[in-house]
């Protein structure tokens, strides 16, 4: 055969292979990424493409350029031939890059992004050992199994990181927000169903904290993703203490760690889909773990200065263990079937639970101190207990947007308000059946004026956290309106100017979303419901300030015509706003604009 045939024959067998060296030996998928493909960057080896590989195999060596020194010391490893620092420090760790893949590599630009994972996100939720990954991310020698674990693991820490905005550092080229999602998503089947170790479990779980994050359908694949994650952390035997007594004290805890957070993630989710959680609560004896600074344990900086200690992860696990309760003992079907003298008495056992879960937050973290206050992430994962708070309040009671029967209990009240019914307008305790108005509806409300008051803390480009809480504050401005209405029962009126500016600013919030999406026409007539919500909160307060009996002052004809215009409006409108409307499209496009 000529030579030029032979070049012809190496030509054609690099153009059917798409993969790399260090792909095609490690038999792993290869984005053939130029001039470095995502796999050759993760294991700092140099992206070559070499003719009959097939043939040459044993030939063929494949070298990754990073190394953990034996101490990983305190800083990184200056390169001889650079003389130059590469600047980027892990915490007590530091790995030696070889000089010649320095223009390549970009691993130095990726470890301050992931150190910034380490120290704002994984003290919040501690998912990973940083001693253990940083030897895993370094490691030459993987298995193809490993290999595509690994690089899952780590698109899905810098998609973590970036996603609840935990770094000031820019994106590295083909590994920004999108890309690492993507690969991150494209591994998932593979690792519910083929790997069976804590590291797959670990990414499983990163991958339902992001699409907890994300509108429609991303709670759907949450939900599925969380059923595979509790299969998994059964066949690895994180709920049984006994397996976890096999291992040294180190990876005992973090053992310990991820079964928690396993049960996090499933309540949260079964909270929000109102369905059982999939983890029973009789079928784990894990003890909770202490948390140490940096894996649990949050130090808050006020404006001031002055420092504040919480747990938040054993914070969000007692919370957790609260929104189990409440599945239990009012929405399972052994509940429902209860007498409702029965049910009364569960719903006001949870709302002592809430109550004291409340008071185990220092007065320094409650929602009116949250402002200017540091770290941001640990902060924002605080705003999301205190409207986690708030929405099991809401379906402790059955009150809120997400209630069917509620809202057209609440539209009807409103409906005899503007039409200045007579006799007297229906009780209010048809509006609360499972309150004391002399306690429980107070405190409920009061909740829902932290939420009101914590949402101003919420920054409009955090699409994430928007995304999370919406929902609940409109409950929030919705219970503020049915409190505003029954106010001639209730005759409590010291907050009514503060409470009208929350509504006020709900509406502002729920208008401005209206005003970007005009094609959801859903979220219009959330909208318009809402406002005209408040109008007849605001005429039940006007009739409660003049007094019913007598003439109405000229002063005021206009409350009795604003009121016959309300009271042409539908009330089933009204009602299917709220029953209808769910709050995804909202979300989808506060997705879009946060991004």
């Known amino acids: 055969m000529s030579r030029a045939a032979g070049d012809t024959n190496m030509v054609r067998g690099l153009e059917k292979r798409k993969a790399c060296d260090l792909c095609h030996i490690k038999k792993i998928r290869c984005d053939a990424r130029k001039p470095t493909c995502s796999h050759c960057v993760v294991y700092g080896a140099q992206c070559n493409y070499t003719p009959n590989i097939k043939k040459r195999r044993k030939e063929i060596q494949v070298q990754t350029n990073v190394e953990v020194t034996p101490n990983f010391g305190e800083e990184l490893v200056q390169s001889k031939s650079t003389s130059q620092s590469l600047g980027t420090s892990v915490t007590d760790r530091a790995v030696s890059i070889n000089a010649s893949t320095l223009s390549s590599l970009k691993l130095t630009e990726l470890l301050p992004i992931i150190q910034d994972y380490f120290i704002n996100l994984n003290s919040i939720t501690p998912l990973v050992d940083q001693n253990t990954f940083i030897r895993l991310l370094h490691g030459g020698n993987t298995s193809k199994c490993q290999a595509e674990v690994v690089s899952a693991a780590l698109n899905v820490l810098l998609a973590l990181t970036f996603r609840y905005r935990a770094t000031a550092h820019p994106a590295v080229p083909s590994f920004d927000l999108a890309t690492c999602i993507s690969n991150a998503k494209s591994a998932s089947n593979g690792l519910a169903g083929g790997h069976h170790d804590l590291l797959s479990l670990q990414v499983l779980l990163g991958l339902v904290m992001l699409h907890l994050g994300t509108p429609h359908p991303g709670l759907t694949i949450a939900s599925s993703l969380i059923g595979s994650a509790v299969k998994l952390a059964h066949k690895l035997r994180l709920h049984q203490s006994k397996s976890n007594a096999l291992f040294d004290a180190e990876a005992s805890l973090q053992r310990a760690r991820i079964f928690w957070i396993v049960y996090i993630l499933d309540r949260e989710i079964s909270f929000r889909t109102c369905d059982p959680p999939l983890q029973q609560e009789n079928d784990h004896d894990i003890t909770i773990p202490s948390s140490t600074q940096g894996n649990g344990l949050v130090y808050f900086v006020t404006k001031s200065g002055t420092e504040v200690r919480l747990d938040i992860f054993q914070t969000w696990i007692h919370l957790a263990r609260i929104q189990g309760t409440i599945y239990e003992r009012l929405y399972s079907v052994h509940a429902e079937t209860q007498p409702v003298d029965t049910q009364q008495r569960n719903s006001k056992m949870i709302h002592g639970m809430l109550i004291e879960w409340l008071a185990t937050i220092p007065a320094e973290l409650q929602p009116d101190n949250l402002v200017d206050m540091s770290p941001r992430p640990a902060v924002s994962q605080l705003v ?47 509006l609360f059946p499972f309150l004391e108005p002399s306690s429980g509806w107070v405190e409920v409300v009061d909740a829902a004026r932290r939420c009101a008051r914590l949402f101003r803390v919420v920054e409009r480009d955090d699409s994430r956290l928007i995304w999370s809480v919406a929902c609940t ?123």
């Open 473 to 595: 504050y409109i409950s929030a401005a919705l219970l503020l309106i049915a409190n505003t209405l029954t106010v001639s029962e209730h005759r409590r009126e010291t907050d009514a100017e503060t409470d009208a500016q929350f509504i006020a600013e709900a509406l502002a919030f729920l208008a401005r979303s209206a005003a970007e999406m005009p094609d959801w026409t859903a979220i219009c007539k959330m909208h318009a419901a809402l406002a005209e919500l408040s109008c007849r909160a605001r005429i039940g307060r006007v009739r409660f300030a003049l007094g019913r009996p007598g003439p109405k002052p000229a002063s005021v004809t206009w409350l009795e015509a604003e009121a016959r215009r309300s009271a042409r409006h539908s009330a089933l409108t009204l009602i299917e706003a709220f029953t209808t409307a769910y709050e995804k499209p909202l979300a989808t496009r506060l997705w879009r604009v946060g991004e």
């Open 384 to 430: 999301a207990l205190h409207f986690s708070c708030l929405a099991c309040f809401l379906q402790t009671h059955r009150v809120g947007s997400h209630d069917a029967e509620w809202i057209t209990r609440l539209v009807d009240y409103s409906q005899r308000v503007v039409e200045f019914a007579e006799p007297e307008p229906v009780s209010s305790s048809t």
